[in-house]
């Protein structure tokens, strides 16, 4: 996986702030502030920077298997003073040896070297999945948060409504009960209804300002407002697989199974590098020494320049480690099984994962089907109880009660709809096949 494959950068800190100042102005869309997450979002960049890193670990598994050249320079200066027996000591004379030499090792069998190098490859892709992973999860949570507070201020909007239509239905009964044609019961059932509204708009007030704090802090701008989802727009086609293709795709697609595939795979390449320590290894080395005495040595005062050149093929068989090898066989081997036993547990949840979200999904739509003939019977019922009230068929309750169940069907229709939408990213990120361009696709659903 590429880290250029995706089709958002990570905004430039001008960008930033000109959407920071902008959303002030006008509305933002999904993918806008997906952009901005990219770039502000904390626990995203960490798994950037994890992979960058692991990209870099991965590397340095080159150096078991490449060649390694060193280079050595001393310079050795020594005070001698000759004394033989019975006559006086020599001037001191100051010998100067230099020693340079270069030294080319090049692995020839090394099984331990080569297993950490294809293990390097795995833990390669396995930071690539756990990015991908990062990336999945921030598509779902700026999303999540997205259409949080648009159902918030749908809620708020609707309450306010509720309220207002309340209020006239209490004025109403308040006429009617001036004038003898109404009890006192229609009264204080609308004022009951009144305050419990009066109570219910404080709190869908305060859910939308906790909810907008939690988008400001998911997408890093300040009082971000969100486009609302245009009037009558179509939602997300059901899924025209079945489940058992979706399962099947999450088990080959999904982040979760290639990090635990991944994981399996390097605990196979542990056991090998353990197995490794029994065996012998084998090297080529060539050297190239020079050594240089300036003023002579100690036996003769003439200076020379000696060259060494060498080459060797050294084998290496281990005999006894004190049964350190050994036990690092089996304890590879234990947490080769853990990590299979891993696979098959994300495997599970994965496939458990990706079921829940498709039925999820399926439900969703069938609901939001249900939503919408529920609110026109809602709308229907509310006129007729209108109606009835006015010609004095029916009381005051009777058209409370159907106003409050028409706005709870609108509150519960608007909340299904922003479910579905966020129910199909879930699904698609489950099977792991969820892209930036499946926000595009919800974008195109948003109000201009």
């Known amino acids: 996986m590429s880290l250029t494959r995706t089709v958002f950068r990570t905004l430039p800190l001008t960008a930033a702030v000109m959407l920071a100042f902008a959303s002030n102005a006008h509305a933002q869309s999904l993918v806008e502030m997906y952009e901005a997450a990219r770039g502000y979002d904390a626990g995203f960049i ?142 204080r059932d609308a004022q009951a209804r009144f305050d419990l509204t009066t109570a219910q708009e404080i ?62 795979e390097v605990a196979k390449l542990e056991v090998d590098k353990a197995n490794a320590g029994h065996k012998p290894t084998l090297d080529a080395q060539i050297s190239y020494a020079g050594t240089r005495n300036v003023n002579g040595n100690a036996v003769s005062p003439i200076g020379s320049h000696i060259f060494n050149p060498s080459a060797a093929v050294v084998l290496n068989v281990p005999v006894f480690a004190g049964l350190t090898t ?49 609110e026109a019977s809602s709308q229907s019922a509310l006129d007729a109880n209108k109606l009835g009230y006015s010609v004095g068929v029916n009381i005051n309750i009777d058209v409370l009660n159907s106003q409050s169940q028409l706005y709870q069907t609108k509150r519960d229709l608007a909340k299904a709809r922003y479910d579905v939408l966020v129910g199909n990213l879930k699904l698609r990120q489950a099977a792991g096949t969820l892209t930036p361009q499946d926000l595009e696709s919800i974008n195109s659903l948003l109000a201009p």
């Open 46 to 187: 960490s798994a950037k920077a994890l992979y960058e890193a692991n990209l870099a670990k991965a590397n340095q598994a080159l150096g078991g298997i490449l060649p390694n050249i060193a280079v050595s320079v001393s310079q050795v200066r020594t005070d001698y003073q000759r004394q033989v027996q019975g006559t006086e000591k020599t001037a001191v004379t100051e010998l100067e040896t230099k020693t340079t030499a270069a030294t080319l090792v090049q692995p020839i069998y090394r099984p331990a070297a080569w297993a950490t190098y294809r293990q390097g490859g795995r833990q390669l892709q396995q930071a690539a999945a756990q990015y991908e992973a990062a990336e999945h999860d921030l598509m779902i949570r700026v999303s999540q948060a997205y259409f949080d507070v648009l159902t918030s201020e749908d809620n708020f909007e609707l309450v306010q409504t509720q309220k207002k239509a309340v209020s006239e239905q209490l004025a109403s009964a308040q006429r009617n009960f001036e004038v003898g044609t109404a009890t006192i019961t229609g009264v």
């Open 203 to 264: 709190a869908a007030e305060n859910d939308l300002r906790i909810k907008r704090l939690a988008l400001d802090l998911v997408v890093g701008v300040q009082n971000a407002k969100p486009k609302r989802l245009a009037n009558n727009s179509k939602l997300v086609e059901p899924p025209k697989e079945s489940v058992d293709a979706w399962v099947s795709q999450s088990e080959t697609a999904s982040p979760a199974v290639k990090q635990a595939t991944l994981a399996y």
């Open 326 to 374: 050994m036990y690092r066989v089996r304890e590879a081997a234990a947490l080769e099984n853990k990590a299979q036993s891993d696979l098959e547990a994300a495997k599970r949840n994965t496939a458990q994962a990706t079921r829940t979200a498709y039925f999820g999904l399926i439900a969703g739509l069938s609901q939001v089907k249900a939503y919408e003939a529920a």
